[in-house]
């Protein structure tokens, strides 16, 4: 598959569609142009059972007449003269917005970092077929496993350009590879599956199919003979990959738009202790390698580093230049770019790492329930007020005992992030990055 995008051409695209916009009236304009290859195999009992290539290359076009403001987008090769003009006439007639308008041109990215992200070997059709086949075998060989619920491997690559008619033009690729495998334990209406996966930039960083395979495996069997508990009041314990659900939601609750409209149950809390003092949350723009790393935001400005949560005191909002012009503040180069607007977000988001095994986490705090799967999304945002549906083990002097399912899990995120402990096991692969951690105080729906 070809490895390489043509930069200039998107560069073209993108400058041609903001050249366009000013010479059909807009006051100010930016435009995102996209183009991605990607390649995937799905396998189910050791035959190929799917594969897809697909191509992209979309743009769109935000414009601005005065503070009024309309977005077009297209993945065609449309005439992008018509297609600007049809912008401008549909921002005339908008309703105006006071915070409307690109970051200021004072804030705009002088030098653009040269980021490691993008992998110069590219997977064939052949070798994804083969770590997905791979990967099923491995965990169809973990005894207890009756059946395989497919596995897959994939790879792609993907280029972006913005251009802003104050003067900014940046673009940069990002390649990724992936892994997974689903398994099935037990028989009849007795069965239990499970999954692992593992996703990277570079291909020789992922994890081994045959370990991917054979994780699903261990997984699904370990679920077999689930018991229900008593309703109660308990520990929780996220394991990994279930506590960045947690980080998700704090996310939201400081984004600088939630905080304007007045929808966070975090909006009066900046400077104040919303987590334990033990407690840090960086959000890292540039960390290497990661899923969500980028050498400028959507607004062509810098993005730093950010310590929002410092010893557990709440130390930012997350911010676009609309949002921090509605709050009166400073953006701080968050903006994500949708195509029709920004909206402040995160990037790589990591809640930092304790000082104690999860093991010794389980032993401090006490008999509670070991979250691995979350069903639902009960998170209020205005109130904080929190239930889901689970299932996971319910752990007893410091270990595992027993699988448990058809629970819910209920607190409200004030009290549980004041209640976190985090464990010493960072799992730090993916954009949103956090320990096993324990929430104590919460109440489990049961039998």
């Known amino acids: 598959m070809d490895q390489q995008l043509d930069r200039s051409q998107l560069e073209t695209r993108a400058l041609r569609l903001v050249e366009a916009a000013q010479k059909a009236g807009a006051t100010a304009a930016d435009a995102v142009a996209v183009t991605g290859s990607s390649l995937g195999v799905n396998v189910r009992d050791g035959k190929v059972e799917g594969s897809e290539r697909s191509e992209s290359n979309a743009v769109s076009l935000r414009v601005f007449v005065g503070q009024r403001v309309a977005s077009v987008s297209t993945n065609s090769d449309s005439n992008l003269d018509e297609l600007a003009a049809r912008a401008v006439e549909m921002a005339k007639v908008t309703p105006e917005d006071p915070y409307a308008g ?67 033009l940046g673009s940069y690729e990002r390649s990724r590879s992936g892994v997974s495998a689903t398994a099935i334990a037990g028989e009849g209406t007795q069965m239990e599956r499970d999954y692992d996966f593992d996703s990277r930039t ?33 520990p929780i314990y996220y394991e990994p990959r279930m506590a960045g659900s947690l980080l998700g939601h704090f996310a939201g609750a400081i984004s600088g738009t939630a905080i304007a409209r007045g929808t966070s149950f975090l909006k009066e809390r900046m400077g104040e202790q919303v987590f334990g003092k033990h407690i840090q949350i960086i959000d890292d723009p540039h960390k ?12 062509g400005t810098a993005a730093q580093t950010l310590r929002l949560i410092e010893d557990g005191r709440l130390t930012s909002w997350l911010l676009d230049s609309a949002s921090a012009r509605e709050l009166g503040l400073q953006p701080n180069g968050r903006a994500r770019h949708t195509g029709s607007s920004t909206s402040p977000s995160i990037t790589n988001l990591t809640l930092q790492a304790g000082d104690i095994s999860p093991e010794e986490l389980f032993r401090q705090i006490g008999d509670g329930l070991l979250v691995t799967s979350l069903i639902g999304h009960g998170a209020n945002g205005i109130t904080g007020d929190y239930s889901r549906g689970a299932s996971g083990f319910w752990v007893e002097n410091g270990e595992a005992v027993y699988p448990v399912s058809e629970i819910t899990i209920a607190g409200n995120m004030k009290d549980m992030f004041m209640q976190l402990t985090p464990a010493s096991d960072l799992d730090d692969r993916y954009a949103v990055a956090a320990p096993t951690v324990a929430v104590e105080g919460m109440t489990i729906a049961g039998a």
């Open 102 to 168: 690109l970051a200021d041109e004072n804030r705009l990215l002088k030098h653009i970092p040269q980021l490691d992200l993008c992998d110069p070997r590219a997977l064939s059709a052949d070798e994804l077929r083969d770590k997905a086949l791979e990967a099923e075998a491995a965990a169809l060989e973990v005894a207890g496993v009756t059946k395989s619920g497919g596995a897959g491997a994939s790879w792609g690559l993907g280029g972006l350009v913005l251009a802003t008619s104050h003067g900014f």
């Open 202 to 234: 570079y291909v020789d960083e992922l994890a081994s199919a045959h370990t991917i395979g054979t994780n699903a495996g261990k997984r699904a069997v370990a679920r077999l003979n689930p018991r229900k508990i008593e309703t109660c009041k308990a």
């Open 288 to 299: 290497p390698r990661s899923a969500a790393t980028t050498p400028f935001d959507g607004e």
